[in-house]
């Protein structure tokens, strides 16, 4: 089982910027996983934010996001971030890292295995 801690969320004004971080752990190397973020806001559905896959960087994006959010990864620390810029109060939620065995990018959540807890994302208008 993967482990996965996220950290980096608050509170920011809209038009403002915040970068997630996700710790991952439990495994000798994650080259053959791809890393998603997702967020869910209150009464809402876990939706869909980013992927990345492990080996070599290549990256998908909710439509939403695309050109504000940027997902990397630093193998050397096993971590995953999410640059967040130009915030929109419709991006509050809790945002959470995700891990699935795999190549494929998926943005279906029942797709991946193990998730974090979640850090908390509030846009102030």
């Known amino acids: 089982q993967v482990q996965l801690v996220e950290s980096g969320g608050g509170l920011v004004q809209a038009g403002g910027s915040l970068r997630l971080s996700c710790a991952v752990s439990?495994?000798?190397?994650?080259?053959?996983?791809?890393m998603g973020w997702f967020r869910q806001a209150p009464g809402k559905e876990r939706e869909f934010v980013a992927a990345?896959?492990?080996?070599?960087?290549?990256?998908y994006y909710a439509d939403s996001v695309k050109g504000r959010f940027t997902i990397s990864r630093d193998n050397a620390n096993n971590r995953v971030y999410l640059q967040m810029n130009s915030l929109k109060p419709e991006d509050t939620a809790v945002y959470l890292c995700?891990?699935?065995?795999?190549?494929?990018?998926?943005?279906?959540?029942?797709?991946?295995?193990?998730w974090g807890q979640g850090t908390q994302v509030t846009v102030s208008s």
């Open positions: 439990g495994r000798r190397t994650f080259s053959t996983y791809v």
């Open positions: 995700a891990a699935r065995v795999g190549r494929v990018l998926k943005r279906e959540k029942e797709s991946y295995d193990d």
């Open positions: 990345i896959r492990w080996n070599d960087e290549s990256t």
